[in-house]
């Protein structure tokens, strides 16, 4: 299994650019998530889904988008990237019930926004 | 509303020597808490949860309820247990993180 895929590694955009970060996972997992990371500080819950269908906000959803049309996709859309957004982004799957529902991390994704 | 704070952002510690992170927690209800671990150039992974009672590498970790905390401890830290490591309190499907403490075991 390759777990919990993102791509890509690295981007930098202009601001006003709009990108979609893709996350894929090959476990089968109902729950999936994106947060993003600013430097020192920890986690913070963009959005979620609790099966494919069903998105929800979490802390910091402004600026972003979410579908889920699979189980196994979970893509993140900016729309109108601003310096603000210059983050990593991590997403994040889960099995409901499994583990504590332990959460499976993906690479991350390095945005600049310029 | 539910907060995780990691006060210190950097440890460092010798090898050998006893290792403290601390945690603590606000919540009005049964918190469930787990340490997460990122080491150098791999992705995030849980290290343990505080509902399992485990030692895992040699960590534990004890929720305190009273103190509201849930600080990782090891006896002797290895040069491998540097790394980034945060709290997080589960809230029905969703982690709260704290900002993370930063490791560093020097030989």
């Known amino acids: 299994n390759a777990g919990v895929t993102q791509t890509p590694k690295f981007r930098i955009l202009k601001i006003g650019q709009s990108m979609t970060l893709q996350c894929a996972q090959d476990m089968n997992h109902n729950y999936m998530y994106w947060y993003r990371q600013d430097p020192g500080m920890g986690l913070k819950l963009i959005y979620y889904?609790?099966?494919?269908?069903?998105?929800d906000k979490g802390e910091v959803p402004n600026g972003y988008n979410v579908s889920r049309s699979t189980t196994e996709d979970f893509p993140l859309r900016l729309e109108l990237a601003a310096p603000s957004q210059t983050s990593v982004y991590f997403c994040?799957?889960?099995?409901?019930?499994?583990?504590?529902?332990?959460?499976?991390f993906g690479p991350g994704t390095r945005l600049t926004v310029l | 509303a539910q907060r995780v704070t990691q006060p210190e952002k950097l440890l460092s510690v010798f090898k050998g020597a006893p290792v403290e992170l601390k945690c603590n927690y606000s919540y009005s209800g049964s918190p469930e808490l787990f340490w997460y671990v990122q080491y150098s150039r791999q992705r995030l992974q849980l290290l343990l949860r505080h509902i399992s009672r485990e030692s895992i590498k040699g960590f534990t970790a004890d929720l305190n309820k009273g103190e509201t905390s849930f600080h990782l401890k090891k006896p002797f830290a290895q040069e491998e247990d540097s790394a980034m490591y945060y709290c997080?309190?589960?809230?029905?499907?969703?982690?709260?993180f704290g900002g993370g403490t930063r490791l560093m075991v020097k030989p």
């Open positions: 997080a309190l589960k809230i029905g499907n969703m982690l709260t």
């Open positions: 889904s609790v099966g494919a269908g069903i998105t």
């Open positions: 994040a799957s889960s099995y409901p019930g499994v583990n504590n529902n332990e959460q499976f």
